[in-house]
């Protein structure tokens, strides 16, 4: 049973010890139908800690891994409601959530992104008699849910087996419609509640929150890679135990590390456009410094950026779009344009950073305007960046495109190369 027990508790010395010696029984015992979580569970330091009244992952300064447990309160959990927890610690440490950048520092929308994580990780654990859904003492769920959510009216579109971002997202759109509302992130994550609008104006009595601590989370490289090689090392030993073929691909996908998009983009302009040498005087020469006139590149190619501004398209990602351009302003020069059902404004040089643009249009999307002013004007390449959601366009003749889409999302055609914006990388 999830229960609170305060800390001011009269706690029998030899209580305290059983608990934790049926904590340390527990672990051991996993190895029988749960060998993954256990040994995952073996990479970290035990701390017992009174008074939490949960669990939590900590990540040290030299990337080890502290798991911190309230021994009294989890051993008024059931063997199946510990084990849960156990399973759901675990599976936050290896799809890094502990370890990369958080989805969000700021303190009121740090219980988002914490509630974003546990129903990401509650997707993905498997029910059944000897791993169950703790439970407080009146019965109800303890923790985060997607089948709960989904019986809020306001919440029927959620969808199940999402990642930590997509729930991270939604969760985002619903507080601007002002489906959620309510305190903030105290540091205490067991106590990040969402009050859930029922329609009525006041929050729904449904508590949605963190089920453990996501309080000793850090970005930490050293510490990514070690879960890296312990997942390496179990894939090598078919170690997973009962785990499902479909977790087992989705823990292996989170090991692999996502490439930086921004990169990719300069490194595809520079790999297709011609550029001529111009000696100046205004930069050193690499051998003799400015003893001798150094050479500046001088572009000769012209690129096309058009930004699909359709109604599909959200401002979030628009403004994402907007840190695209601004990138490439310090590579070459290149023409911009905006664009849905049909061409919304001229191609313009696109020269200097901008902090917004007013993005014109919001109706349908089709690719073909764009493509046929790529073909009329001899365009080198151009860069499309789009939510994909239209027809199929013809093939422009001659010029290279570049697809810039959202994670998830992908082009009408099988041509051209394709960049994901990977948000919070």
């Known amino acids: 049973m999830f229960k609170e027990i305060p800390f001011d508790a009269k706690i029998d010395p030899k209580d305290l010890v059983k608990a934790e010696k049926r904590f340390e029984w527990m672990i051991g015992f996993l190895i029988c139908q749960f060998k993954f979580v256990h040994q995952v569970l073996g990479m970290m ?31 008024s959990l059931t063997d199946a409601e510990l084990t849960y927890i156990f399973y759901h610690e675990i599976l936050h440490l290896v799809m890094h959530h502990c370890t990369k950048r958080p989805l969000s520092t700021d303190r009121k929308d740090k219980r988002l992104a914490n509630v974003a994580h546990d129903l990401a990780i509650n997707e993905l654990i498997p029910e059944t008699t000897e791993c169950q859904r703790p439970r407080d003492e009146t019965g109800k769920l303890a923790g985060t849910w997607v089948s709960e959510l989904k019986k809020q009216k306001d919440f029927t579109d959620i969808q199940e087996k999402q990642t930590s971002e997509w729930y991270w997202d939604y969760l985002r759109k619903k507080q601007k419609e002002g489906k959620i509302g309510g305190g903030q992130c105290d540091g205490d994550c067991k106590n990040c509640k969402l009050e859930i609008s029922d329609g009525s104006g006041d929050g729904d009595p449904m508590d949605c929150k963190c089920m453990d601590d996501h309080g000793g989370w850090a970005e930490h490289e050293v510490a990514a890679e070690r879960i890296k090689a312990k997942i390496k090392e179990i894939a090598r ?11 087992i691909e989705a823990i292996m996908a989170a090991q692999v ?7 990719k983009i300069r490194v595809w302009f520079g790999n297709h456009s011609w550029g001529t040498k111009m000696s100046t005087r205004k930069k050193p020469n690499r051998r003799t410094g400015f003893m001798h006139p150094g050479f500046k590149k001088s572009y000769v190619d012209k690129y096309l950026v058009a930004a699909d501004t359709s109604g599909s398209v959200d401002d979030e990602l628009l403004g994402e779009w907007i840190g695209v351009l601004n990138q490439l302003v310090e590579y070459l020069p290149i023409d911009f344009m905006q664009f849905d059902c049909e061409k919304q404004t001229d191609p313009r040089p696109f020269d200097r950073r901008r902090l917004q643009l007013e993005f014109k249009g919001r109706g349908g999307t089709d690719f073909q305007p764009v493509i046929d002013l790529v073909n009329q004007r001899h365009y080198r390449g151009v860069m499309i960046l789009t939510d994909g959601q239209a027809a199929a366009p013809t093939q422009p003749k001659g010029a290279h495109v570049l697809w810039v889409l959202p994670t998830g999302m992908n082009p009408p055609v099988d041509w051209g190369e394709r960049v994901y914006l990977e948000k919070h990388a």
């Open 45 to 75: 330091v035990k701390i017992p800690k009174r008074g939490m009244n949960t669990m939590g992952v900590s990540v040290t300064p030299d990337g080890r891994f502290q798991l911190y447990y309230d021994p009294i309160w989890s051993n």
């Open 237 to 247: 030993n078919n170690s997973w135990g009962n785990m499902s073929q479909g977790n």
């Open 257 to 263: 590390k996502k490439i930086n998009w921004r990169n």
